[in-house]
């Protein structure tokens, strides 16, 4: 009924005349008393919040995860005590975020950069939060890096212009980025829709199972309606029509019923240092070949639901990696734990002290009690039943909040060795980045290298050398064909020392003596599988605009039977 969609004002009060200001006389002045009028233009003066500093825009959708009971073949419980895995057909609710990262909130869903694939698991045990992207590696391997790394892929602060010179520059002075750069300029650094996206949680984290036992994990999502990509060429042609494609093909999907799905699989890896690898598990810059750590099925992820409301349930979300339930754990990924500060310090001051008391942020299905109080725009207290409301400490005698009498065992780590401020010792840089090259598909690697040569083509002579130098201890083809595109070989680049502090193994100084003379091949086999195993469909602007792009390629599930 009519009478039940009266405006009011947020006192509740009827609003009779929402066209005109509050006047002496017809022509004014205006009364400052007019408390209609000043509600609504300081509500509007203030309807927006900062934008992210990263991941600024976003899409956020809803579903759940359906588990198997299993990892692979093994009951879950061998591995976890995470009570959101344990069953066959269990459910579980779910919020998810999808992202740009370096782009502004209104900046484009077809710009090459990685995608933030992030959700949020409404266990009974509380909120989990798995804060993902959809490339498997980063540029780097240390958080203290990384206000470094997205400074140097912002806009100049002078010009604000994205200047390819200063990601370069960046970049070839950080060897561990070659891995990601190959990824990120290849096709798969536009995924062509989020539908269509592979998520990947990068960090090394734990699991713990009942006995306090822990196993390293990595965590990926593979998509059932296929992977595909746009090239450079075909992203520019979305741009064009629709700088928010990605946003709503989703959402179309949803309300038209065609629910997206992801495969949630896990790789496993005996905690401890690996000293048998040329590589380091807590290395983010790195994959695990999944010959040797085979992807192992846990569920499946669907999502079934759109937002009410963008403002409170996508620019208030907040995720952070510091968000774990009981069965799941952190390992000591020096990335891992600087995010795990730095995502929920900008959500405090971003959302503000009380974000967690928002709808959307909620732990849905677990009790919540604390003694937190106060702070601003705190609306409720958390209360647990029977509890004294003047205690806000603990302990106390008189019904306060009490720790918890469970206590499970967990294989705390003992760590020995000095304070100090080092790398990881197995670096290895160029390896992974090789067999990433030499697996990709032929159009893949025809748009990494036409992609790298133009933006190359615009930096000054010292980054060219560098960045091609490097290249060149990737691949032959690989510095030959961007050398080429910039008007450079071998020779230009030849006598260049490894950088300062730079650590190369002894096939990489053999290949430095033999630059651009290694023999490389494409022989695939000694590589292991370097990405997933999904072949990478080459979608086109038209298929993307339509919203009509369904099922593309093979799948996770083809691949791994």
């Known amino acids: 009924m009519a009478e039940d969609r009266i405006l009011t004002t947020r006192q509740g009060h009827p609003v009779t005349d929402n066209q005109s200001t509050r006047t002496v006389g017809d022509r004014g002045p205006a009364t400052l008393e007019n408390y209609q009028f000043l509600e609504k233009i300081s509500h509007f003066d203030r309807e927006r919040i900062p934008e992210r500093v990263v991941h600024a825009r976003g899409f956020v959708a809803y579903g759940e995860f359906e588990a198997t009971g299993r990892i692979g073949d093994e009951p879950a419980s061998h591995y976890t005590r995470a009570k959101l895995f344990q069953e066959a057909g269990k459910k579980t609710d779910l919020a998810i975020r999808f992202s740009t990262v370096i782009g502004g909130r209104d900046s484009s869903e077809a710009a090459r950069d990685p995608r933030g694939f992030a959700v949020k698991f409404y ?8 804060v993902g992207n959809n490339l498997a590696v980063f540029f780097i391997r240390d958080a203290i890096k990384f206000p470094d790394v997205i400074h140097a892929l912002k806009p100049d602060p002078v010009t604000f212009r994205q200047e390819p010179n200063r990601i370069f520059d960046f970049m070839s002075q950080t060897p561990e980025s070659m891995h990601m750069l190959t990824h990120l300029f290849s096709p798969r650094g536009i995924p062509a829709t989020y539908r269509h996206m592979e998520g990947f949680g990068v960090n090394t984290y734990k699991m713990v199972n009942d006995q306090g036992e822990t196993v390293l994990v990595k965590y990926h999502f593979h998509p059932r309606q296929g992977v595909a990509s746009l090239t450079e060429e075909e992203a520019a042609k979305v741009q064009g029509a629709d700088l928010g494609h990605a946003s709503k ?9 065609d629910h997206p799905q992801w495969d949630l699989y896990v790789q496993i890896m005996e905690d401890g240092p690996h000293p048998e690898l040329d590589w380091d598990p807590l290395d983010d810059t790195k994959i695990w070949p999944e010959d040797a750590f085979p992807l192992r099925h846990v569920g499946v992820m669907t999502l079934n639901r759109n937002v009410q409301d963008f403002h409170n349930e996508n620019e208030q979300i907040a995720m952070g990696t510091g968000v774990l339930v009981d069965g799941l754990d952190f390992s000591d990924d020096k990335m891992l734990v600087g995010r795990t500060f730095s995502y929920s310090d900008t959500q405090r001051y971003r959302v503000g ?7 959307v942020n909620q732990a849905k299905h677990a009790t919540v009690a604390t003694n937190q109080r106060g702070g601003s725009m705190s609306y409720g207290v958390d209360l647990a039943p029977g509890q004294n409301p003047h205690v806000n400490f603990e302990p106390s005698l008189h019904d306060g909040l009490q720790e918890s009498p469970r206590e499970e065992p967990n294989d705390a780590p003992e760590v020995t060795g000095r304070l100090t401020r080092s790398v990881l010792e197995r670096r290895n840089d160029y390896w992974q980045a090789r067999g990433r090259y030499v697996t990709m598909q032929d159009w893949e690697r025809d748009d990494l290298v036409e992609n790298l040569g133009d933006l ?6 010292d980054v060219q050398e560098r960045m091609l130098w490097h290249l060149f201890l990737i691949h ?24 300062p502090g730079q650590v190369l193994t002894d096939a990489d100084q053999q290949r430095v003596a033999a630059l651009g003379k290694n023999g490389d091949d494409f022989t695939a086999e000694p590589f292991g599988t370097h990405t997933s195993s999904v072949t990478n469909y080459r979608a086109s602007a038209e298929e993307v605009l339509s919203g009509q792009l369904g099922e593309v390629g093979g799948t996770m599930q083809d691949a791994v039977g």
């Open 353 to 359: 002290a009380n974000y967690l008391q928002l709808p």
């Open 123 to 130: 266990t009974e045990d509380g909120n989990w939060d798995l």
């Open 249 to 257: 093909d989703l959402y179309e999907a949803i309300e038209r019923g």
């Open 476 to 499: 032959d083809d690989y510095g030959t064909r961007v050398g080429e595109a910039i008007g450079l070989s071998a020779d230009d680049v030849r006598d260049l020392e490894p950088l």
């Open 456 to 461: 190359l083509g615009d930096c000054e002579r």
